[in-house]
């Protein structure tokens, strides 16, 4: 992870499907198999760039390592790509080493170079001796604030999607009876099941609402979204219904 070499198309940092089992210590296969099984979940152009003819031959000119002679399209993973695909392994490196993509190589982080003995000379004459510990004082500023903020609108976004996906998906899909079903006073087994699953979420973070989640516990969100379940009574409810006959 911390030699990942930098790939870009068009300006863009992605990853190679090489880059990504790497990172996420697994093999290319089961990234690909994990791809194809899912296939309808990703969309091109967001998740993902599928380059053939000329634009195949051209990014292979430039990383001939990368890109087999005799492959005719070759797959480059946005920042959203392997997100789905953390979340299709759904280990720990996977969701670890995500989080430290989003922070460094999509960030497009800069290493601070060094410097060279006429700068260091230059910087000392100036009177800027306690640069070193007015920098590491600023770094833990940044970081104190950077766990104090709550997550951003993108990131409030990707979880109400992420989880409104979780919660259809256990009530059946959106062709599901439980999904379409209603009580006869009128409330709706969605209704409940959403309700319940924010319930538990803000319950487990102790926070009002997933606005206020801290910025700091945002892959842990993640997580515990993809883990979700209803509880046992409404699973059973869901099922029943479920297999109700028209």
């Known amino acids: ?44 152009g967001k998740h993902y760039i599928c380059l053939t003819g000329n634009e195949l031959r051209e990014f292979r000119a430039k990383n001939q390592n990368d890109v087999l002679p005799n492959a005719n399209k070759f797959y480059l993973w946005t920042e959203k790509g392997a997100f789905l695909h953390a979340k299709s392994l759904n280990t720990g490196v996977a969701w670890e080493v995500y989080e430290k993509l989003v922070d460094s190589y999509f960030a497009g982080e800069e290493k601070v170079k060094p410097m060279s003995v006429s700068e260091q000379i230059h910087l000392i004459a100036q009177g800027y001796t306690g640069l070193e510990q007015k920098m590491d004082n ?19 976004k990707q979880l109400k999607n992420f989880a409104a996906e979780v919660v259809v998906a256990a009530l059946g899909g959106k062709d599901s009876r439980a999904y379409r079903y209603r009580y006869e006073d009128g409330r709706k087994l969605s209704s409940q099941a959403f309700s319940r699953f924010w319930h538990d979420f803000n319950d487990y973070f102790n926070i009002n609402a997933y606005a206020n989640l ?17 509880p046992t009574n409404m699973q059973l409810e869901i099922g029943r219904i479920n297999r109700m006959q028209d």
């Not at 990504?20 to 091109?44: C, G, L």
């Not at 833990?140 to 993108?154: C, G, H, P, R």
């Not at 801290?214 to 209803?230: C, K, M, T, V």
Request: aromatic share 10%; hydrophobic share 30%.
């Open 214 to 230: 801290p910025r700091a516990r945002f892959i842990e969100a993640l997580e515990y979204i993809n883990r979700w379940q209803p």
């Open 138 to 156: 600023l770094g833990q500023k940044v970081e104190n604030l950077e766990n104090t903020m709550n997550i951003d609108y993108a990131q409030q």
């Open 1 to 44: 992870m911390n030699n990942l070499t930098v790939t870009e198309y068009k300006d863009i940092r992605v990853l190679t499907t090489q880059q990504i089992a790497e990172a996420y210590e697994a093999e290319p296969q089961i990234i690909t198999n994990n791809f194809n099984r899912n296939k309808d979940r990703y969309k091109e």
